[in-house]
Nanobody, 125 residues
Framework: QVQLVESGGGLVQAGGSLRLSCAAS????????IGWFRRAPGKERDFLAA????????YYADSVKGRFTISRDNAKNMVYLQMNSLKPEETAVYYC??????????????????WGQGTQVTVSS
């Protein structure tokens, strides 16, 4: 299985950037795909991006495509989310999540079995 810990959140002004990190550990960590999600207060959890542990395939939500970049460092068991041009409405708790590897990358939260505790991102205007 896999355990996940997010870090890198904080306060940033509109138009600024942050890089979030997701540290993954577990016996079969390389058998999982990793996704990033966010949940704003009083709102549903939204998919942002996903990546496979092997290969180069990535998948982005339309709302962040061109601004956010997901990447990985397999040697360090780390996944990153580089976020640029942040908007105040993107203030939320950001989570990484893991699911068993499949050919396609999923944007559906219920398909992810393991979740970190989240890291707060606050974007001020």
């Amino acid at each position: 299985q896999v355990q996940l810990v997010e870090s890198g959140g904080g306060l940033v002004q509109a138009g600024g950037s942050l890089r979030l990190s997701c540290a993954a550990s577990g016996r079969s960590v390389n058998d999982f795909n990793i996704g990033w999600f966010r949940r704003a207060p009083g709102k549903e959890r939204d998919f942002l991006a996903a990546i496979k542990w092997s290969g180069s395939r990535t998948y982005y939500a339309d709302s962040v495509k061109g601004r956010f970049t997901i990447s990985r460092d397999n040697a360090k068991n780390m996944v990153y989310l580089q976020m640029n041009s942040l908007k105040p409405e993107e203030t939320a708790v950001y989570y990484c999540a893991a699911m068993w590897s499949s050919t396609t990358l999923s944007s559906t939260a219920r398909e992810y079995s393991y979740w970190g505790q989240g890291t707060q991102v606050t974007v001020s205007s």
